[in-house]
């Protein structure tokens, strides 16, 4: 954050706010442990918000799979290390009131909604 805030003052320019789409890490488990994939044409699926046919893809017929870096267990620990080495950021931008909290929990629209808000 600070290199960059150098950077753009280089440049005659600023860090005018920062976002942060806040959703609880239960929710980001569900949401990244539910992908799938076509291993043929790479179509993407969800298992709760666009779930495949039972017997494959709906575009190509290829086989449905989950992607390893999507499993729980390596969610969890992108989560813990997003937690140590990112998080603080949070802190850094609100401390310059630079940060603009977002509901990330909702449809797409909703989401989409509140970031133009904030935005202004």
């Given at each position: 954050?600070?290199?960059?805030?150098?950077?753009?003052?280089?440049?005659g320019?600023?860090?005018?706010?920062?976002?942060?789409l806040?959703?609880?890490?239960e929710?980001?488990?569900?949401?990244?442990a539910?992908r799938?994939?076509c291993r043929?044409c790479?179509?993407?699926?969800h298992?709760?918000?666009?779930?495949?046919s039972?017997?494959?893809?709906?575009?190509?017929?290829?086989?449905?799979?989950?992607?390893?870096?999507?499993?729980?267990?390596?969610?969890?620990n992108r989560l813990?290390v997003y937690?140590?080495?990112t998080?603080p950021?949070i802190?850094w931008?609100?401390q310059?009131?630079?940060l603009r909290p977002?509901n990330g929990?909702?449809?797409p629209?909703d989401?989409?909604a509140?970031?133009?808000?904030a935005?202004?």
């Open positions: 954050a600070e290199a960059l805030s150098d950077y753009l003052a280089d440049k320019r600023k860090v005018d706010h920062c976002l942060c806040d959703v609880p890490d929710e980001l488990i569900r949401r990244l539910g799938r994939m043929n790479g179509s993407g699926y298992v709760d918000f666009s779930p495949p039972a017997t494959g893809c709906d575009k190509c017929g290829g086989e449905i799979y989950q992607r390893e870096d999507d499993n729980e267990a390596t969610v969890r813990k937690h140590e080495q998080s950021l802190q931008y609100g310059r009131g630079l977002i929990l909702g449809t629209k989401i989409e509140r970031i133009f808000a935005l202004g």
